[in-house]
């Protein structure tokens, strides 16, 4: 199936030329603080409020937390959340921070991961997914070509079952001056970064899309908000018609 899908977030969509091309899988990359883990969330609840089938795997909160902070941080979009989670549009799924956190990251096995993943779209039929974040996987493979090999296994499983997917990963510094490329980011379709810039006190906020495979997209580093209403990207770029 060809097309795009919008994330439904203000200024991104205009970056993109409309949306994220249908079954492609992008990293989000920010340092903490940024909001990859809200902004990634409204993503998937934007696409449920439109119909779609979306979850949103935690691999380090609790369900609580994360809607918790979702509805304080997006105060006019609460009870669309709470909709859309009531009817079964929205998963907010913590069996993996559940697990890991009983057994401990060094006794899991990363292959249980991709299993769990995969057949919890199946039963569901998801089409939009989030996982937040790679990063906890990266600390418990320890050894980097372990950890590339296994999330290129599960990109090519998010493809292979049809799904457009945000996963969230930490950057090591949030300026964009200190920017590294990271191994991984290579086999993803899109590359999204999220900057934080200048001093604590006048800290801007700012985003860039790095690629986007199959689709155009800005190449300029908007500031962006996050608002009562969602997150507010700058974006110069207007959609342009084919």
Do not use: W
């Not at 009531?86 to 890991?100: F, H, P, Q």
């Not at 998010?158 to 945000?166: E, F, K, N």
């Amino acid at each position: 199936m060809d097309g795009l899908i919008q994330t439904g977030i203000s200024g991104l969509d205009a970056m993109l030329y409309g949306g994220i091309p249908v079954r492609n899988q992008v990293l989000l990359s920010a340092g903490a603080g940024a909001g990859k883990t809200l902004l990634s969330f409204e993503y998937a609840a934007r696409n449920a409020i439109a119909g779609k089938t979306c979850i949103f795997f935690s691999v380090e909160e609790e369900k609580e937390m994360i809607v918790g902070n979702a509805k304080l941080a997006f105060k006019d979009l609460a009870k669309q959340i709470d909709g859309v989670i009531e009817s079964g549009k929205l998963i907010v799924n913590t069996d993996l921070a559940k697990e890991l956190s009983t057994l401990g990251k060094l006794d899991y096995d990363f292959g249980d991961v991709i299993s769990h993943i995969e057949s919890t779209i199946v039963s569901t039929g998801a089409t939009c997914v989030v996982i937040d974040s790679l990063s906890v996987f990266e600390v418990m493979l320890k050894e980097p070509p372990v950890y590339r090999r296994y999330v290129l296994s599960l990109i090519f499983n998010m493809r292979r079952l049809g799904v457009t997917s945000i996963m969230t990963v930490e950057m090591d510094s949030p300026d964009r001056a200190d920017l590294r490329f990271r191994p991984e980011s290579f086999v993803f379709d899109g590359v999204v970064v999220m900057y934080q810039t200048g001093e604590e006190s006048k800290r801007m906020l700012a985003l860039e899309v790095l690629k986007m495979r199959g689709a155009k997209h800005s190449f300029v580093t908007a500031p962006y908000e996050i608002t009562p209403s969602g997150f507010k990207v700058f974006a110069v770029e207007e959609i342009v018609p084919d």
